[in-house]
């Protein structure tokens, strides 16, 4: 049985953060990168979308289902917000005089409830200048905001895929 359109660019969002998530997972368990505030944030951020694509990948197979419009509208939102705090994080690297450092924003994501249920996922333990080595010529918050601009274009394709109903006909 073949996946209908929308069903496999929701799939394709849903792991495309999955991957990012468990990356991130893999360079602070294994390779010490600790995350700064904004990582936490941006790791939200694909927790949002693939929160959102999984609506849409189980929503009703009706064309016009509100679960695949409300995953794709929330997917494309959360999208659009991870790739400002990527690309603000691109920028704070670019002018290490600046950081987000120890300030009430990471006091704030540390006091979370959840943040002692699942500390390897949600704790602020880095800074936002902290020299990480590129990963194929770039930061990893660029790759974050790549990440994201990709999800926006997938969820706008999703919302595209989903007809609407036809109104005005008696």
Known sequence: MALRPTRRLALLGMLLSLGALSGALWLQQVEDWYPCALCIIQRYLYLLT???FAVQFFSNDADNSTGR?????????????GAGFALYHVWILAHPGQSCGVDPMQTRLNALP???????????????????????GLQLPAWSAVGFVVQLVLASFTLRTVRRPITGLM
């Open 50 to 52: 693939a929160l959102a």
């Open 69 to 81: 419009r409300l995953g794709g509208f929330v997917a494309a939102l959360a999208a659009l917000a």
């Open 114 to 136: 959840w943040v002692q249920w699942f500390p390897a996922l949600f704790e602020v333990d880095g800074m936002c200048t902290d020299p990480y080595p590129p990963f194929l």
